[in-house]
């Protein structure tokens, strides 16, 4: 069981209600192919990856970004349960899209500075010490059902 | 992952807009790191105060700053250019190579901060395999 402090639960929260994922979501996802392209082998189908300025301006990478954003959700709000919360997920990573889960790792690296460039100062080192603290409860949970 | 040629121009032109913020850059990515990854606390016992922007952790996030801007004038040849620097940290500090990666992603994280803009993800690519290089010279001689 995670333990919370009612700092880094409060921040996490605020974190995400202040959040504008379709500004987020597409920065992260795009930033995390660009500075990891190992991370495009999962994106065949996404059309023009070929320089950051297409990853940047890819629409299925813009969307694809905010629908993982969006994936965040319910362990934002089951923060006391997130192992469970996300066992078919982890299930779907690893039975049917074959992602090798310290891919999640980076991606949540990416959304760490993404949050960091959009928060400003506020992004302070404790409220760095929560989120990253939640990602990787997230990162951890989504690799637990692989085998 | 070397270092490409667009890499170390991309490095050389990022560092020429941060130098002059270098000092605040090193203190806040050390003050960070000593937060959120608390066990490299472990390496300042000897300092009376931690906490964030203390002033043993801004002198000696500008000691590190001042390493990575030497570093930037090294980066055609890291290995060699770090030769001292990697005896202090292997035979001295003792420092876990590990750590290097923390540290790294704390100047990342501040470098998005006060530079929103001109940290694109191109820079932060170039930025990260240079911060990463850099690591790798600094390990050099630890075994």
Redesign the interface.
């Known amino acids: 069981m995670v333990e919370w402090s009612d700092f880094e639960r409060s921040t996490i929260q605020n974190i995400f209600a202040n959040m504008d994922y379709d500004v987020v979501g597409p920065k992260a996802l ?2 995390c192919l ?2 990891y392209p190992w991370t495009q082998r999962y994106f065949g189908n996404f059309g023009n990856l070929y320089n ?1 300025a297409a ?2 301006g890819n629409p299925m990478v813009a969307n694809h970004g905010k629908v993982v954003l969006h994936g965040l959700d319910r362990a934002v709000k089951n923060m006391d349960n997130i192992k469970a919360t996300y066992a078919e997920l982890s299930v779907l990573h690893s039975e049917k899209l074959h992602v090798d889960p310290d891919n999640f790792r980076l991606l949540a ?1 990416c959304l ?3 949050v ?6 506020a ?4 409220v ?2 929560a989120f ?1 603290k939640f990602l990787a409860v997230v990162v951890s949970s989504l690799g637990r059902q692989y085998h | 992952m070397s270092l490409t040629a667009k890499d170390k121009a991309t490095v050389q032109a990022f560092w020429g807009k941060i130098a002059g913020k270098a000092e605040e850059i090193g203190g806040d990515a050390l003050s960070r790191m000593l937060v959120v990854y608390p066990q490299t606390k472990t390496y300042f016992s000897h300092w009376d105060d931690l906490s964030p922007g203390s002033a043993p952790v801004m002198k000696h996030g500008k000691t590190v700053m001042d390493g990575v801007g030497f570093a930037v004038g090294q980066i055609n040849d890291l290995t060699a250019g770090l030769l001292t620097l990697s005896e202090l940290h292997a035979f001295q500090l003792r420092i876990d190579p590990a750590n290097f990666k923390l540290l790294s992603h704390c100047i990342l994280v501040v470098l998005a901060i006060k530079f929103p803009k001109e940290f694109t993800p191109e820079v932060h690519v170039s930025m990260d395999k240079f911060l990463s290089a850099l690591a790798i010279a600094l390990a050099e001689k630890y075994r």
Request: aromatic share 4%.
């Open positions: 795009a930033r660009v500075v950051a990853i940047m690296d760490s500075i993404v960091a460039a959009q928060m400003g100062t992004f302070t080192a404790d760095q010490a990253q």
